[in-house]
T-cell receptor, first 114, second 109 residues
Framework: EAGVTQFPSHSVIEKGQTVTLRCDPISGHDNLYWYRRVMGKEIKFLLH????????ESGMPNNRFLAERTGGTYSTLKVQPAELEDSGVYFC????????????FGEGSRLTVL | RKEVEQDPGPFNVPEGATVAFNCTYS??????FFWYRQDCRKEPKLLMSVYSSGNEDGRFTAQLNRASQYISLLIRDSKLSDSATYLCVVNGDGNKLVFGAGTILRVKS
């Protein structure tokens, strides 16, 4: 069975540009999460989808970040316009249960903003 | 104060050593506790959940002290392959996980 896949694995863009990260969760997992780790800091929650609905987006840093999960399958996270402080690794995770069972993480998308 | 605090290490230990990691959390309402393992430039993976009564999985033992809001992980007979960053994770408000910054373990031959 395929795990959580993320694309791209690494993106280098200039300040002010737009980047879209994609996550394909494990098939059948209704819960999809985005997390982020910036340099030297801990992994932090961004948002949580249940199917196509945003359950909790309290961790989104500002309105330059837009997450979607059309159809309740894959999700995208768009950063527009990107700023230097957005650099980091963006992890997607999925789970089958709403309660906190195991989260399965993708390998992450490393974003570098120059 | 961070929600989840860990000693960043690194812990440098020889093969076969026993090593213990500690973690404290600030949200007394947290109900779920985990240790995740993260290899260099890889994704976090669940190592084990932590239960109130303490639990063991092979060479790994996890303990929880709710009164002190303290979690521990003990690794016995360390292997080279145990080298990784160990993340203490608790549930925050809602269905989100709160991560500690991680403790680096380096096991050397």
């Amino acid at each position: 069975e395929a795990g959580v896949t993320q694309f791209p694995s690494h993106s280098v863009i200039e300040k002010g540009q737009t980047v879209t990260l994609r996550c394909d969760p494990i098939s059948g997992h209704d819960n999809l999460y985005w997390y982020r780790r910036v340099m030297g800091k801990e992994i932090k929650f961004l948002l949580h989808f249940v199917k196509e609905s945003k359950q909790d987006e309290s961790g989104m840093p500002n309105n330059r970040f837009l997450a979607e999960r059309t159809g309740g399958t894959y999700s995208t996270l768009k950063v527009q316009p990107a700023e230097l402080e957005d650099s980091g690794v963006y992890f997607c995770a999925s789970s089958q249960d709403l309660g906190l069972g195991e989260l399965f993480f993708g390998e992450g998308s490393r974003l570098t903003v120059l | 104060r961070k929600e989840v605090e860990q000693d960043p290490g690194p812990f440098n230990v020889p093969e076969g050593a026993t090593v213990a990691f500690n973690c404290t959390y600030s949200n007394s309402a947290s109900q779920s506790f985990f240790w995740y393992r993260q290899d260099c430039r890889k994704e976090p993976k669940l190592l084990m959940s932590v239960y109130s009564s303490g639990n063991e999985d092979g060479r790994f033992t996890a303990q929880l002290n709710r009164a002190s809001q303290y979690i521990s992980l003990l690794i016995r007979d360390s292997k080279l392959s145990d080298s990784a960053t160990y993340l203490c994770v608790v549930n925050g408000d809602g269905n989100k996980l709160v991560f500690g910054a991680g403790t680096i373990l380096r096991v050397k031959s």
